[in-house]
């Protein structure tokens, strides 16, 4: 379902996770005498929030906020998370970025993909990846669906990895495509 097509409560729902992530996140930015904008939308089903940098000297902070491969971040959407739940009575779902570390890691993780499927596809054999968590998993699926391949993640967290595999009717179509 789109985010055009969802049902207007459920955009409201979203919406209200939003803004308490938000509110949550002001204090917590104001506690830690760190700045930035927060910007809120509503993007594939979910809440999303954006914290970006207001001032020069901002960047530094946030990208403290973000930590080594991203822990932090994801440490502070799950606390963001939590903050919803206990507001709403309901799970959240919401995606939190900081610093715009998520956009520029999905184009990294596009390119990893992208090199597994030329690899998988001269050499017809299944390429594993590095260790991934699960948002970076679902973008390297999506790359590898949309390319015709086939994929799965494999092991146990924290080194659950994606294993990409021949899809034999559409290899010669991504070749084609990508030449």
């Given at each position: 379902m789109s985010d055009?097509?969802?049902?207007?409560?459920?955009?409201?729902?979203?919406?209200?996770?939003?803004?308490?992530g938000a509110d949550y996140l002001e204090e917590f930015l104001d506690i830690a005498d760190i700045g930035?904008?927060?910007?809120?939308?509503?993007?594939?089903?979910?809440?999303s929030i954006a914290v970006v940098a207001s001032d020069e000297g901002d960047e530094r902070d946030l990208a403290a906020l973000v930590g080594d491969n991203g822990e932090i971040l994801e440490a502070v959407q799950d606390l963001t998370r939590l903050a919803v739940q206990t507001r709403t009575g309901s799970r959240s779902r919401l995606m939190l970025d900081i610093n715009e570390y998520r956009v520029s890691r999905r184009h990294e993780l596009a390119k990893v993909a992208e090199e597994a499927i030329?690899?998988?596809?001269?050499?017809?054999?299944?390429?594993?990846?590095?260790?991934m968590n699960p948002f970076e998993r679902k973008i390297c699926h999506d790359v590898v669906a949309s390319a015709g391949l086939v994929s799965g993640s494999e092991g146990a967290e924290p080194y659950r990895h994606v294993v990409v595999s021949p899809a034999k009717d559409n290899a010669v179509d991504y070749i084609a495509k990508t030449i």
């Open positions: 055009n097509a969802m049902p207007i409560d459920m955009v409201s729902h979203l919406e209200e996770e939003g803004e308490i930035g904008d927060i910007d809120i939308d509503v993007a594939h089903g979910r809440a030329t690899k998988v596809l001269l050499s017809g054999e299944p390429v594993a990846l590095a260790p």
